[in-house]
């Protein structure tokens, strides 16, 4: 890949580090800049007009362009290489976890996690607590789910890790943070050693 490629990203986002793990497992360059989200970085004027008009992070740079949306960022830097499988039935697939992680898991999972980590269950608004145990049980269901089918296959697509194994690692692993127990679901326990096994693997914090 022979553009410049930059991540505009909070780096302790489960989204901005899905980006960052797969362009490491390709042995891709990028460079880094980081937005305080909790300072409102990312609803500054120049963010907005320059970078994503949406305020969120993370966002790709290429050159002079930009994708925002995590998982169409993980998309570019993989489009062509080993994360994509070739079969069309196994494209689709994969973009159909990808799809289910950021409606069903993230939304849930991650959200937790901010709530807990970030702002402190002493902090939450009325509607916080209200949400919680919705929240709390959807993300239990996408847990089980993902249990109960990695119970069946090492992988969620096909017969090796792809993009839909690193855009739900991201969060999955972290996932304790947001209250959730992950010994309750062993065969995710054994996904993720599988997942921090791949080779040029790296971590949240790295």
Not at 50 to 70: D, K, Y
Not at 87 to 93: Q, Y
Not at 138 to 146: I, P, R, S
Not at 155 to 175: E, I, M, R
């Amino acid at each position: 890949m022979s553009e410049t490629l930059i991540l505009h990203e909070y780096a302790a986002s489960g989204n901005c580090y899905k980006v960052r793990l797969t362009a490491a497992l390709l042995g891709l360059e990028l460079g880094r800049r980081e937005y305080d989200i909790m300072a409102g970085e990312t609803r500054s004027t120049g963010f907005l007009a320059e970078v994503n008009a949406n305020g969120r992070t993370p966002v790709l740079q290429v050159g002079e362009q930009f994708v925002p949306e995590s998982n169409a960022a993980c998309f570019y830097i993989a489009d062509g290489s080993w994360l994509i499988p070739e079969g069309r039935f196994e494209r689709a697939d994969m973009l159909r976890w990808m799809f289910w992680e950021q409606y069903n898991h993230e939304p849930n999972v991650a959200t937790l996690r901010f709530w807990h980590g970030w702002i402190g269950e002493a902090n939450w608004s009325d509607l916080q607590r209200a949400q919680f145990p919705a929240k709390k049980a959807a993300g239990e269901a996408a847990l089980a789910l993902m249990d109960e089918h990695l119970g069946r296959q090492d992988w969620l697509v096909a017969d090796g890790l792809t993009l839909a194994d690193v855009a739900l690692y991201a969060y999955t692993h972290v996932a304790e943070g947001g209250g959730f127990r992950l010994a309750d679901y062993p065969a995710v326990q054994d996904w993720l050693t599988r997942v921090e096994g791949v080779p040029d693997y790296v971590a949240m914090a790295a």
